[in-house]
């Protein structure tokens, strides 16, 4: 079963514009990761915020958290074709040892 | 190595075939991930090794799959007898931090099709 639900399923953008995408998720956590995935490769990491943390930046990146709310956000800024791919968030479970969930993902295509 | 090496990369099997699949993770990365990932959908967790301990394999979906990692480096996820709906991809993970989460490192993935 898969712990994080992201919104939307698929986002357009053009080259330039900013892209949000949202997760949700049911328990309590440790930690919350967003990873990257283009298409028929593997997964590469990108972002990890702390439970205790509520905003957290990376280059173009900034990731938001809200623990009460279960819920995050991603938001790429000044997006470019090579953004392009499916974006995951991964969650932990307190007191998990290392296991993360993955979300079902949102697929993103920034038009040159 | 440079990254987390997955093979074979494409695997077509008969139904009914035993298929063997292999990871090679990062070089002193403590534990390992395997991860089965459907069409469309994110990864689902299958089984974690700490070392060459098998801590944690609540996500195997059958008695079918069987994984290993005798040395703590290698692995192999092997899946008995398999079925249309093993078709899926196939990921290895490899971390250096052992207890708490932390960065996973991919392989390109092992893309099972079962006709």
């Known amino acids: 079963s898969q712990q994080g639900e992201e919104d939307p399923q698929a986002l357009s953008i053009q080259e330039g514009e900013n892209a949000t995408m949202n997760c949700s998720y049911k328990?309590?956590?440790?930690?919350l990761q967003w990873y990257r995935q283009n298409s028929g490769r593997g997964l590469v990491h990108l972002i990890l915020i702390r439970s205790n943390e509520r905003e957290k930046h990376s280059g173009r990146l900034r990731v938001t958290l809200d623990t009460s709310k279960k819920s995050s956000s991603l938001l790429i800024t000044a997006s470019r074709a090579a953004d392009t791919a499916s974006y995951f968030c991964a969650t932990d479970s307190s007191g998990g040892y290392q296991k993360v969930t993955f979300g079902t993902g949102t697929k993103l295509q920034v038009i040159p | 190595g440079a990254g987390v090496s997955q093979s074979p990369r494409y695997k077509v099997a008969k139904r009914g075939q035993d298929v063997a699949l292999r990871c090679d993770p990062i070089s002193g990365h403590v534990s390992l991930f395997w991860y089965q990932q459907a069409l469309g959908q994110g990864p689902e967790f299958l089984t974690y090794?700490?070392?060459?301990?098998?801590?944690?394999k609540s996500g195997l979906p059958s008695d079918r799959f069987f994984a290993e990692r005798p040395e703590g480096s290698v692995s192999t996820l092997k899946i008995q007898r398999t079925q249309q709906e093993d078709s899926a991809v196939y990921l290895c993970a490899s971390s250096l931090v052992r207890g708490v989460a932390h960065i996973q490192y991919f392989g390109a993935g092992t893309r099972l099709s079962v006709l």
């Open positions: 328990t309590s956590i440790n930690n």
């Open positions: 090794f700490q070392n060459e301990a098998q801590l944690d």
